[in-house]
């Protein structure tokens, strides 16, 4: 065959000839293919129509003679959020709302234009209306006003033979009694948009107008929204309802009881005095989260209903930016927070033992370079070993032992303590920071690594970049001698039924791997000696406390002092003040809670960030019950 | 019977009678029953016979191009439609799904221009390869028409991705594919079946479940599907009689006016209806099975053939879909549906196989 289509090819014009008849015979034989299979296709619709409009015609009239059936969803009622201490976060409150659906209305404009007369419509809520009229359908109800007062209602009923079409509901609306204080966990629902609806299984929630857009109103919204049941009602020949014939009840959504200590959140918030910046505490033994604050934070009932654009843009352009989870997502360098970690890793490879000393002048310079790494001690610590280098937080130390452990095995272990990468806390959006590497930085920045850099690093400035729920998550590893629990903010499920509860088993990853469990005794001690030793970068702030703890201070730079130029921070504009960070946790045997916390432009982790871990500490150590524990 | 001047003037404007007839009697069919599905809104009447002038404009319109021309212009429209699919893909936004590219002035649909191109750019291709293709011209038309219906598929949009694949496919049908390549597709799309099962999402599962047992769904799609088969059967021998079909009436059929409109044909119009309908659909399925009999080279036959079965597949896909025979997917019947970004591509079709028909070299008076 193939031989002879070539020869035919060789032969010329003849053959060409005989090949496109060739191939016209066979077009023909497929077309004529073709069109017995289309006439069969026919047949076969023709036949399954005469079945239906001939054969079983009378089974279908009386199928659509006693069609007054109509299936009519009922929403389910949506899971509440309570606190760890029992405090409802997020209600269910009724409300009445007007709809209206389009395509019963005869003159639309006319009609609002009229109904503004009686019941005051605002730019907004038209414009909102509009949107939503253009993504459903004509025979789809939409809502124009929401939340009407009961004087609103009456008027609306009192008039509502002059506007066919519109119609008040009664439905529930979430609400938020705690406000701000919890915004960024517990987030907030909003009306389904049209990416979510592609998403949602169309039945389900045929009757749901909310979904969970953030927060733990987005990672629980499976449990939270429930099933939706349905109502089978009879109508008349007007479409009008008569009566119910079958109702199959929704399942409500399941109720979602949080980590977070409403109390400690609330004195957490106290403590940051309006600042700028975020505070996350973990309970070490199970990873569960006391306290999530972003301050400054927002109102989520604001977002329920639909924001007002006007609002939405005072947030959005503030200098504050209250809508960005700081705790979650804001991205700092973890500054001097990192030294604990690294004196791990000098010990872990045998690269430092916790006497080796290392002197201090104030300055250390690599092999054939001019500039000066300084340490922030100008006249210098003089002879440091380990315990000193955190108590005093010395670079020098650290850039030693950067030198001489290498980017490579600084990564290996910054990488364990969680750097670089999500916590996998259960709320959406996490942000995993970065811990750079040297393939890092060949495939991102196109660039060698350069040995300068890994001094930088190993005091957690340069290109290290990490949230505050790392950070907080860093000192649970530290509190736990290497145990690494993922944090949640979700403790146990309830169904508002029974009342049976599922909890939420801790979960764990990979320990730290360290060559010996002693090589955690210099660090944790060195932290201790931070808050109340003698020398302490913060002593001040663990002076006279009833218990023992540790911390760590840490700031993180945004502004680059340029060689031996000193600048006073009061001539620093205050945007471009440092970030004052703080590690801790508490009680240094058999920790209870371990935070991380960033003042922003707060300048000083001594000064700003751990008096506020110290009043955390306080609280939440005096006030917790012994007995607290089986609930955790 | 039309005199001979009066077939003159239409050969002259490069129109086909036939079609044009049939096109009409359709539309005509299509307008009268959508006032009925659209509530009786004369607003929504006038609005679809708007569009349909604009679709016999452009059906007039595209009849003046030879086809040697549309042939040349073919792979320009599927090279820009393929990258405007894929710009749909990054950042397209549309009711839920990633179908529409937002326009400054309009709201543009490329899959809808690859309805034609597809088919148009492979006929193209194959138009001076020797046939029927061997394997490496076979894996090129392959590419040329999976790539285009992929990337509607993930839109998601089932629908346009099936029609755009047949249109595709069949030109290689035509051309003379080796049936033991349909065998094997064949028994390899059996086979991968079950795999793509595993493949798939929870709730894309369920979707498909509740195809296959519409009862299981009395809220979503099964609903639809009962209310549409109700229908239809209770139109009958000579159905219910305009404006009074109860189904339609008491809001009992979804998307009655779009792509179920044929349920509310079949509940006025009863069987006698629906036989009209199809004897029109026939005539305009035939006019373009005698066209692509007598095109004088391969583009225009395959071209000609593939159109003409794609609008089969139309027809089918919809009529079965509102019988109950097939799933749903959102596929308008032709002409009928109201919407008017199918109508333009289905007329602009029927110019293209007016124009392979009166631009003949020999016309031979059959």
New interface residues.
């Given amino acids: 065959m193939l031989k002879l289509?070539k020869f035919r090819?060789l032969v010329g014009q003849s053959a060409q000839v005989s090949?496109q008849s060739q191939?016209?015979r066979?077009?023909?034989r497929?077309?004529w293919f073709?069109?017995s299979g289309?006439v069969l296709?026919?047949l076969?619709?023709?036949i399954?129509?005469?079945l239906?409009?001939?054969i079983?015609?009378d089974?279908?009239?009386t199928?659509?003679q006693e069609?007054?059936l109509?299936?009519l969803?009922i929403p389910p009622t949506r899971g509440l959020v309570y606190s760890r201490n029992g405090v409802l976060l997020a209600d269910n409150r009724p409300s009445f709302a007007l709809e209206v659906v389009p395509?019963r209305v005869p003159a639309l404009d006319q009609a609002l234009t009229e109904l503004g007369k009686i019941i005051p419509l605002d730019d907004d809520q038209l414009e909102r209306f509009d949107t939503e009229r253009s993504?459903k359908r004509r025979?789809d109800a939409v809502s124009l006003k929401i939340n009407l007062t009961e004087e609103e209602v009456a008027i609306f009923e009192a008039n509502r033979y002059r506007f066919p079409g519109f119609d008040i509901k009664a439905r529930l609306t979430r609400y938020y009694p705690l406000g701000s204080q919890l915004a960024h966990v517990v987030g907030y629902v909003g009306r389904i948009n049209?990416?979510e609806?592609?998403?949602?299984?169309?039945?389900?929630y045929?009757g749901t107008t909310h979904i969970g857009k953030e927060g733990v109103e987005k990672a629980r919204e499976a449990v939270l929204h429930g099933t939706?049941g349905?109502e089978q009602v009879e109508?008349n020949?007007q479409?009008r309802i008569l009566r119910v014939v079958e109702r199959v009840a929704p399942v409500p959504g399941k109720d979602v009881h949080l980590t977070i200590d409403t109390d400690l959140q609330a004195a957490a918030i106290n403590a940051l005095k309006g600042q700028r910046g975020a505070i996350v505490a973990i309970e070490p033994a199970t990873g569960a989260v006391l306290a999530f604050v972003s301050n400054p934070a927002f109102d989520p009932n604001e977002f329920v209903n639909g924001i007002s654009a006007k609002l939405y843009a005072e947030w959005r352009n503030s200098p504050d930016r209250p809508l960005v989870n700081r705790a979650l997502q804001g991205l700092y360098p973890p500054g001097s927070t990192v030294k604990p970690a690294m004196s791990i890793a000098g010990l872990h490879f045998g690269v430092r033992t916790p006497g080796d000393t290392v002197w201090c002048p104030g300055w250390l310079q690599l092999p054939g370079q001019d500039h000066k790494y300084r340490c922030w001690q100008k006249q210098g610590h003089g002879t440091v070993d380990l315990m000193r280098s955190i108590a005093e937080s010395c670079d020098v130390y650290y850039y030693a032992l950067a030198r001489d452990l290498g980017i490579d095995r600084m990564h290996e272990i910054l990488s364990q303590f969680g750097f670089g990468k999500l916590t996998g806390i259960d709320l959406p959006g996490e942000l995993g920071g970065l811990l750079p590497s040297r393939e890092w930085k060949k495939r991102v920045r196109k660039m060698p690594w350069f040995p300068g850099e890994t001094l930088i690093n190993g005091i957690g400035q340069g290109f290290m970049l990490a949230t505050p729920l790392q950070l907080a998550h860093m000192a649970t590893i530290l509190a736990n001698r290497g145990e690494v629990l993922v944090p949640r903010v979700v403790a146990e499920l309830e169904d508002p039924l029974t009342h049976v509860v599922e909890p939420i088993a801790p979960f764990n990853r990979p320990a730290v791997e360290v060559a010996n469990a002693a090589h955690w005794r210099p660090a944790i001690d060195g932290m201790h000696e931070v808050v109340q030793g003698s020398h302490g970068t913060a002593r001040a702030t663990g002076a006279g406390a009833a218990y023992q703890y540790a911390g760590k201070t840490g700031t993180a730079q945004l502004f680059t002092i340029a060689q031996d130029h000193t600048v006073k921070n009061q001539n620093v504009t205050k945007l471009l003040r440092d970030h004052a960070l703080f590690i801790a946790f508490a009680p240094l045997e058999q920790p209870e809670i371990a935070v991380g916390i960033i003042i922003e432009n707060g300048e000083s982790g001594s000064h700003t960030a751990a008096p506020i871990a110290r009043e955390l500490f306080d609280f939440y150590l005096k006030q917790k019950p012994p007995e607290d524990d089986a609930h955790s | 019977m039309r005199t001979a001047s009066e077939r003159d003037l239409l050969a002259r404007l490069h129109i086909d009678g036939p079609l044009l007839g049939g096109a009409i009697l359709i539309c005509v069919l299509g307008l009268v029953v959508l006032y009925s599905a659209s509530g009786q809104s004369l607003e929504v009447v006038v609005r679809q016979g708007l569009r349909m002038l604009l679709g016999l404009a452009a059906m007039c319109g595209i009849a003046q191009i030879s086809p040697l021309r549309i042939s040349r212009w073919a792979p320009v429209f599927y090279v820009l439609g393929t990258l405007l699919l894929f710009v749909v893909f990054l950042f397209g936004t549309g009711r839920g799904t990633h179908r529409w590219l937002e326009m400054s002035f309009i709201r543009f649909q490329p899959s809808e221009i690859m309805k034609l191109a597809v088919p148009l750019t492979a006929a193209w291709f194959l138009n001076d390869k020797l046939l029927p293709p061997r394997f490496p011209i076979i894996a090129v038309v392959l590419v040329m028409v999976l790539l285009p219906g992929g990337l509607v598929m993930v839109q998601p949009d089932l629908g346009t991705a099936i029609l755009i694949m047949a249109a595709g496919l069949l030109v290689l049908f035509f051309a003379g594919l080796n049936w033991r390549w349909i065998a094997v597709a064949v028994i390899s799309g059996v086979v991968l079946a079950p795999i793509a099962w595993y493949a798939m999402r929870d709730y894309q599962r369920q979707r498909i479940l509740t195809l296959l047992d519409p009862e299981k769904d009395p809220l979503g799609a099964g609903y639809h599907i009962i209310q549409s088969m109700i229908a239809v059967g209770s139109g009958g021998w000579s159905g219910k009689g305009w404006l009074n079909g109860t189904q339609s009436y008491l809001e009992f059929l979804p998307e009655r006016a779009t792509d179920f409109i044929f349920a509310v044909y079949c509940e006025e119009f009863g069987l006698i209806g629906v036989l009209v309908i199809l004897v029109a659909y026939s005539l305009v399925l035939a006019r373009g099975v005698q066209i692509a009999l007598s095109a004088q080279d391969a583009f225009g036959r395959l071209v000609a053939a593939s159109l003409t079965v794609t609008l089969f597949v139309y027809i089918f896909v919809n009529m079965g879909m509102v019988i109950g025979q097939l799933p749903v997917v959102g596929v308008p019947l032709p002409l009928v549906s109201y919407g008017g970004t199918s109508l333009v591509t289905l007329m602009t079709g029927f110019g293209i196989l007016m124009s392979i028909q009166t631009h003949r070299r020999f016309i031979v008076e059959s």
Avoid at chain 1, 198 to 204: F, S, T, Y
């Fill in positions: 289509k090819t090949t191939e016209v066979v077009f023909q497929r077309l073709a069109v289309m296709l026919a076969l619709l023709v399954r129509l005469i239906l409009q001939v079983h015609h089974h279908y009239t199928l659509s069609n007054r109509k299936v969803p395509e993504e025979f049209v990416d609806l592609n998403e949602i299984d169309e039945g389900d045929s939706a349905y109508v020949a479409g």
